[in-house]
C-alpha cells in the first residue's frame, strides 16, 4: 500500500482522514514543520506528498524513489518545480473549489476597510486624536466603480458581494472573454486601459505573469483617489510604483495580502503607511477553510490511488500516466 508523507501542519480533520486512510492499510508520516529542509529527508520513501507552502525544488526530487503524487494544500503551486515533476512523471494536484469564498469576503473587507479608514478610526480612539472623525476621511462604496481583474469563481463571488452594496461592477478577464463571458454579475472590460479609466475600485484575482500587470503607467491611468486590494499574488501590482502612489495620495488607499517577498523585510514597503491595510497572505486562511483544504488535499492523494482522481484537479494531466 502506498506510503503519504505529509509535510506541514493539518486541520484535525485532515490528519482524521490520514488516520482512517492507516487503517485501511496505508501508512503515513506526518511532519507539522513548514519547511523543504523539514521533509526532504524523507521523501525518499513517500510514494505520495501533501505539500503545504513550502518550496519542492528539484534539489529535494533527486532524492525521490517512489514518488507518483503531490498534492498541493491549496490552489497556487509557485514554489513547485513544475518541470521537475513533469519529468518524472509525477502528478501534481490542487484542491477545488474550497477558498473562493474566504478569498472574496477578505476582498470585500479590504475594500471596505480602506474605504472607511478603519485603521485611522482604530487608532485614533486608541490614541487619539477623538477629532480626528471631523477630517470626514471615510468614503461611501455605494454606487461607485469595482473593476474586478480576474473573473473566476473568486471573482465572480466578489461580484456578487459588492452588488450587494450596490456597487457597479464589471471585470476584466481576457481567457473569459475568448471562452464565453458567464452569466453573473459584472459585465466585461476588453481593454484594460478602459477598465482602470472607469474604476473607482480596482480588486486583483488573475494569475501572476512573467511581469507586473500593473505598473506605473496603469497607476497612472487611474482615477485619482482609487482604491486597489491584492488578495491573488505578489508581483501582479509592481511595489515601487504603488507604494509612491499612495504616499502621494493619486491612490486613496490599499489593502495587500500578498507581496512581492514574503515575509516582507521589516514590513515591506508600505509598512510606513498609514492607508494601507496590510495581512500576512491570509485570505484563504479561514478556520473553515482550512479545514475544507486539510481534507481535500488528503482525499486527493486517496482518489489518485483509487484511480478516482478528477483530472480538472491534476495540473500536470497530460505529463503523468494514469492513476495506479
Known amino acids: 500500500m502506498p506510503h503519504i508523507l505529509a509535510a506541514g501542519k493539518l486541520h484535525p480533520s485532515g490528519v482524521a482522514l490520514l488516520e482512517k486512510a492507516a487503517r485501511n492499510g496505508?501508512?503515513?508520516?506526518?511532519?507539522?514543520?513548514?519547511?523543504?529542509?523539514?521533509?526532504?529527508?524523507?521523501?525518499?520513501?513517500?510514494?505520495?506528498?501533501?505539500?503545504?507552502?513550502?518550496?519542492?525544488?528539484?534539489?529535494?526530487?533527486?532524492?525521490?524513489?517512489?514518488?507518483?503524487?503531490?498534492s498541493r494544500h491549496g490552489v497556487g503551486y509557485d514554489a513547485v518545480d513544475l518541470a521537475a515533476l513533469n519529468a518524472r512523471g509525477i502528478a501534481l494536484t490542487i484542491v477545488g473549489?474550497?477558498?473562493?469564498?474566504?478569498?472574496?469576503?477578505?476582498?470585500?473587507?479590504?475594500?471596505?476597510?480602506?474605504a472607511k479608514r478603519a485603521l485611522a478610526a482604530d487608532h485614533s480612539v486608541r490614541e487619539g486624536p477623538w477629532g480626528w472623525r471631523n477630517r470626514l476621511?471615510?468614503?461611501?462604496?455605494?454606487?461607485?466603480?469595482?473593476?474586478?481583474?480576474?473573473?473566476?469563481?473568486?471573482?465572480?463571488?466578489?461580484?456578487?458581494?459588492?452588488?450587494?452594496?450596490q456597487m457597479e461592477v464589471r471585470a476584466y478577464d481576457p481567457f473569459l472573454v475568448r471562452?464565453?463571458?458567464p452569466d453573473g454579475n459584472a459585465a466585461p472590460v476588453s481593454k484594460l486601459?478602459?477598465?482602470?479609466?472607469?474604476?473607482?475600485?480596482?480588486?486583483?484575482?488573475?494569475?501572476k505573469g512573467d511581469k507586473p500587470l500593473i505598473g506605473a503607467e496603469e497607476i497612472?491611468?487611474?482615477?485619482?483617489?482609487?482604491?486597489?486590494?491584492?488578495?491573488?499574488?505578489?508581483?501582479?501590482?509592481?511595489?515601487?510604483?504603488?507604494?509612491?502612489?499612495?504616499?502621494s495620495g493619486h491612490v486613496f488607499g490599499a489593502g495587500l495580502d500578498v507581496f512581492d517577498k514574503e515575509p516582507p523585510v521589516n514590513g515591506g514597503p508600505f509598512a510606513e503607511l498609514d492607508n494601507v491595510l496590510l495581512s500576512p497572505h491570509i485570505a484563504g486562511l479561514t478556520a473553515e477553510c482550512a479545514e475544507r483544504m486539510a481534507?481535500?488535499?488528503?482525499?486527493?492523494?486517496?482518489?489518485?490511488?483509487?484511480?478516482?482522481?478528477?483530472?480538472?484537479?491534476?495540473?500536470?494531466?497530460?505529463?503523468?500516466?494514469?492513476?495506479r
Open 26 to 70: 496505508y501508512t503515513f508520516d506526518y511532519i507539522e514543520e513548514v519547511s523543504e529542509a523539514s521533509y526532504a529527508p524523507m521523501i525518499d520513501k513517500a510514494d505520495a506528498l501533501i505539500l503545504r507552502t513550502q518550496p519542492l525544488t528539484a534539489a529535494t526530487l533527486e532524492k525521490v524513489k517512489r514518488l507518483k503524487v503531490v
Open 97 to 114: 473549489d474550497v477558498n473562493s469564498i474566504s478569498v472574496a469576503e477578505h476582498a470585500m473587507m479590504q475594500i471596505l476597510a480602506v
Open 137 to 165: 476621511e471615510a468614503r461611501e462604496i455605494s454606487g461607485r466603480n469595482l473593476l474586478i481583474l480576474g473573473y473566476g469563481r473568486i471573482g465572480r463571488h466578489l461580484a456578487r458581494m459588492a452588488k450587494g452594496f
Open 179 to 181: 471562452a464565453g463571458w
Open 193 to 207: 486601459a478602459e477598465g482602470l479609466a472607469w474604476a473607482d475600485c480596482i480588486s486583483v484575482h488573475i494569475p
Open 220 to 247: 497612472a491611468l487611474m482615477k485619482p483617489g482609487v482604491i486597489l486590494t491584492n488578495t491573488a499574488r505578489g508581483g501582479i501590482l509592481a511595489e515601487e510604483p504603488l507604494r509612491e502612489a499612495l504616499a
Open 295 to 323: 481534507v481535500a488535499a488528503v482525499q486527493n492523494v486517496l482518489d489518485f490511488f483509487d484511480g478516482t482522481i478528477d483530472p480538472n484537479l491534476v495540473v500536470n494531466h497530460a505529463h503523468v500516466p494514469e492513476a
